[in-house]
């Protein structure tokens, strides 16, 4: 796939760390024999060095291992793991991968994405003390690596809010962000675009067993909600699409709804006040009524009390008076 000469821009960069941290690069695999090969390289060609590649296979049935035992002996692969039965988890193969790296901060590099060969050395070059999650802008790829989109959009993230950061109109407000902009949609739809410091890795046993598509929404908001963010305007990441598949939470299942309530409930247990629960209580109510249509939420109800009810009283009522209307 042709890569895009970078150009060059400036940013605010200060108190820097003294030294090169290590970076663990973490590549979860199942199943992604087409893409693993140019993905392993990708972060072997890193023009930044000082890292070092834990590879996890999570018992794939296709011709993954031929492929990565290619790589065995590499300098920089320290670790080699295959599971002999399937974990069943994303999340239980990033805490196998965290439990083997050495590094200070962590790349989980997805098995089916490429990175630019900058994307360590740009990121890096952003970490200070204060700062726990860089992450960049991703261009949309298809199977075949030719340029796509995801909802909608040919890259990610899309929105007025990081165009101002760019334009260093406003600096980047972690509470802003996370309380206003991250309720109700993950700006980071894609692990590989971002690195994070481990010691601020959240409870991954709580996400594994909470969650099943959101989880990684979880994990970028439980980091941002105790550390400062930094974000680049440039793709050095290739987010790869799979067909029609959108991994979003406005599928058909409601139980993706029910995570999207952990996730609003979470941030609001964090950062109450009256316009924020307003705010999050009639979001939660307006997409579990005309999002999903009734067959849809068939013997749900109690279950979306449940969450609405931290909300207070005037959720509640709210929520019987969308179910007469709605049914």
Request: aromatic share 14%; with cysteine.
């Amino acid at each position: 796939m042709p890569l895009k000469i970078l150009e060059k821009k400036d940013f605010k960069m200060t108190g820097k760390e003294s030294s090169p941290p290590i970076i663990s690069v973490i590549i979860p695999n199942y199943n992604h024999a087409p893409y693993l090969k140019e993905r392993i390289e990708s972060v072997l060609n890193q023009s930044y060095s000082n890292f070092e590649v834990i590879i996890l296979d999570d018992c794939s049935t296709d011709n993954s291992r031929d492929i990565i035992e290619s790589f065995r002996g590499h300098e920089r692969i320290k670790h080699i793991e295959y599971n002999a039965t399937n974990s069943g988890s994303t999340f239980k193969q990033w805490q196998k991968g965290l439990n083997l790296a050495k590094g200070e901060w962590i790349w989980i590099a997805e098995s089916d994405d490429v990175a630019h060969p900058e994307f360590l050395g740009k990121l890096t070059s952003e970490i200070t003390p204060d700062c726990a999650l860089i992450f960049c802008r991703s261009e949309i790829i298809n199977e075949l690596g030719k340029p796509a989109t995801y909802l909608g959009c040919k890259h990610f993230p899309n929105n007025k809010y990081f165009n101002e950061i760019v334009n260093l109109t406003k600096e980047p407000d972690p509470i802003h962000f996370l309380t206003v902009e991250m309720y109700n949609f993950n700006h980071i739809v894609n692990a590989s675009s971002a690195i994070f410091r481990k010691k601020e890795v959240p409870n991954l046993d709580y996400i594994s067993t909470n969650f099943k598509l959101c989880g990684d929404w979880m994990f970028w908001i439980q980091i941002m909600d105790k550390a400062k963010f930094k974000f680049i305007d440039q793709d050095l990441n290739f987010f790869r699409t799979h067909g029609s598949s959108v991994r979003s939470i406005s599928d058909k299942r409601v139980f993706a709804f029910f995570e999207n309530a952990l996730i609003t409930r979470y941030i609001y247990s964090k950062h109450t006040n009256k316009f924020l629960k307003k705010k999050y209580y009639d979001y939660l109510i307006y997409i579990y009524f005309n999002r999903y249509d009734k067959t849809v939420r068939k013997g749900t109800f109690i279950r979306f009390l449940k969450q609405i009810y931290h909300f207070g009283p005037q959720a509640i009522i709210e929520s019987f008076r969308q179910k007469l209307k709605h049914g």
